[in-house]
């Protein structure tokens, strides 16, 4: 499974996953359908419908409902900023987090 944000997949026809670049990975794009989607947080379940897109990749531990992230975790966040067309990213620590009002929901979340 893809975590990704719902405004990715908002008005998606065709979706396709692609790995990051790696040692003996695949340049590959791969065809994903959507398993969940919550707007109100702009969250996006992907379901990636061959597993060769996978192989030499580890899985991302995920945290239980109700847990959140500690203060100072080492995060690393993933996306096409508007205007861009290459992958960018960036690297840090978690400073703080809040409730906040999302621009793809106009509900109020955590961030």
Known sequence: LVLTAAHVVASARDIRVQMLARPGASPEKYVARVVAVVHDCDLALLEVLNSKCFEGAEP????????ILPLQ?????????LGG???SITEGVLSR?????YSHSRRQCLA
């Not at 995060?75 to 096409?80: D, I, P, S, T, Y």
């Open 60 to 67: 991302m531990p995920l945290l239980r409902p109700q847990e």
């Open 73 to 81: 975790s080492r995060v690393q966040v993933m996306g096409f900023p």
């Open 97 to 101: 987090i809040e409730v906040v009002d």
């Open 85 to 87: 067309e290459y992958l």
